[in-house]
Nanobody, 115 residues
Framework: QVQLVESGGGLVHPGGSLRLSCAAS????????MHWYRQAPGKGRDLVAT???????YYADSVKGRFTISRDNAKNTLYLQMNSLKPEDTAVYYC?????????WGQGTQVTVSS
C-alpha cells in the first residue's frame, strides 16, 4: 500500500523555522522525483520545491534562499527545511511523488506563521 505521510507542521512566529518530513512507503522511493506543494486558504496548490531522483533541485522564487529540500533514500523520507518564515508561507504543505505517469500525494500538514 502506497503511503506518503507528512509531519512537522505547526504554528511558528515570523522569522522562525520548521522542518517538514514526508515518510514514503509502498513504492521505490529512490526512483521518484519528489515535490513539495502548498495551498493557502482560498488559493490553488502551488509548487514550492522539487528534488529529482538524481538530486537536482528547483525552488519557487518566493522561497529561494529560505527553504531547502532534501531526501534520504535510505530512510525513504523527503524533507523541507523552512527558515525565515513569513506570514505568507501559511498553507497546507503536501508532498508528491512522481515517476513517469505515476504520481502519489500525501494528506498534507498545516503550517501557520503568525505572531
Amino acid at each position: 500500500q502506497v503511503q506518503l505521510v507528512e509531519s512537522g507542521g505547526g504554528l511558528v512566529h515570523p522569522g522562525g523555522s520548521l522542518r517538514l518530513s514526508c515518510a514514503a512507503s509502498g513504492f521505490t522511493f529512490s526512483s521518484y522525483d519528489m515535490h513539495w506543494y502548498r495551498q493557502a486558504p482560498g488559493k490553488g496548490r502551488d509548487l514550492v520545491a522539487t528534488i529529482s531522483s538524481g538530486r537536482s533541485t528547483y525552488y519557487a522564487d518566493s522561497v529561494k534562499g529560505r527553504f531547502t529540500i532534501s531526501r534520504d533514500n535510505a530512510k525513504n523520507t523527503l524533507y523541507l527545511q523552512m527558515n525565515s518564515l513569513k506570514p505568507e508561507d501559511t498553507a497546507v504543505y503536501y508532498c508528491k511523488a512522481v515517476h513517469r505517469s505515476t504520481l502519489y500525494w500525501g494528506q498534507g500538514t498545516q503550517v501557520t506563521v503568525s505572531s
